[in-house]
C-alpha cells in the first residue's frame, strides 16, 4: 500500500466493537480540530496550495474536504437516530474538492470542523452504547452501517488527512 496515499494503513473494522474502541474514537474526534488547527494555522497560501503527494488534493482542499465529510457523518449519525435505517445520501467528494469554496481561505473549515466535532463527541457521549448500534444504509455499499462503525471510520478519516498534513510538514520541512 502506497505510504504517502495511506500513511497510517487503511480503515479496518475490528471483529467486535467495544466500548473502548469508541472512548478511544471520540478521544481522537474530540482532539483532531485542535491539532489540525495547531499543524496548519501559520502555513501561508503557497504551503495550502502544494499537494500532499503526487496527483493527490492540495492541503487546502484536504481541509475543506475534512470539514465537508465530517459534517456529512454528522448528518449521517442524526439520520439512523431519528429514522429507522435509512438510505442516506452519497456524494462526489472529489468533485466537492473542485469547487470554488475549496480553494478559499481555510479559517471557515476550521471553525466548521470545530464546530461539527464537538456536536459528534456530545452526541456520541449521550448515547448508550447500544443505541449505537442504529444504522444507515450507503448507497454505495449498499449495506447498513453502525453509528459505532461510523465513529471508527470517521476517527481513522480524520487520522488518515491529518497523517497526510503531517508527512507533507515534515517532508518540506516546515
Not at 6 to 21: D, K, N, R, T
Not at 111 to 134: C, P
Not at 147 to 163: D, F, I, S, V
Request: charged share 25%; aromatic share 10%.
Amino acid at each position: 500500500m502506497d505510504s504517502l496515499k495511506f500513511p497510517i494503513g487503511g480503515f479496518e473494522l475490528p471483529a467486535e466493537i467495544s466500548e473502548q474502541h469508541i472512548e478511544k474514537a471520540v478521544t481522537q474526534l474530540e482532539q483532531l480540530p485542535s491539532a489540525l488547527r495547531q499543524l496548519v494555522s501559520d502555513w501561508s497560501d503557497t504551503q495550502l496550495d502544494t499537494p500532499y503527494r503526487e496527483g493527490g488534493w492540495t492541503a487546502r482542499q484536504l481541509i475543506h474536504h475534512l470539514a465537508d465529510s465530517h459534517l456529512h457523518s454528522l448528518i449521517r449519525y442524526k439520520w439512523a437516530l431519528s429514522e429507522k435505517t435509512p438510505l442516506i445520501k452519497a456524494y462526489d467528494q472529489d468533485g466537492w474538492a473542485h469547487l470554488p469554496d475549496a480553494q478559499m481561505p481555510i479559517e471557515s473549515s476550521l471553525i466548521l470542523l470545530e464546530a461539527v466535532h464537538q456536536k459528534i463527541v456530545y452526541l456520541v457521549r449521550s448515547l448508550r452504547f447500544d443505541e449505537m448500534k442504529q444504522a444507515f444504509i450507503h448507497p454505495d455499499a449498499k449495506k447498513e452501517r453502525t453509528l459505532l462503525e461510523n465513529t471508527l471510520l470517521y476517527a481513522w478519516h480524520g487520522a488518515h488527512h491529518y497523517a497526510h498534513l503531517e508527512g507533507l510538514a515534515k517532508r518540506n520541512q516546515w
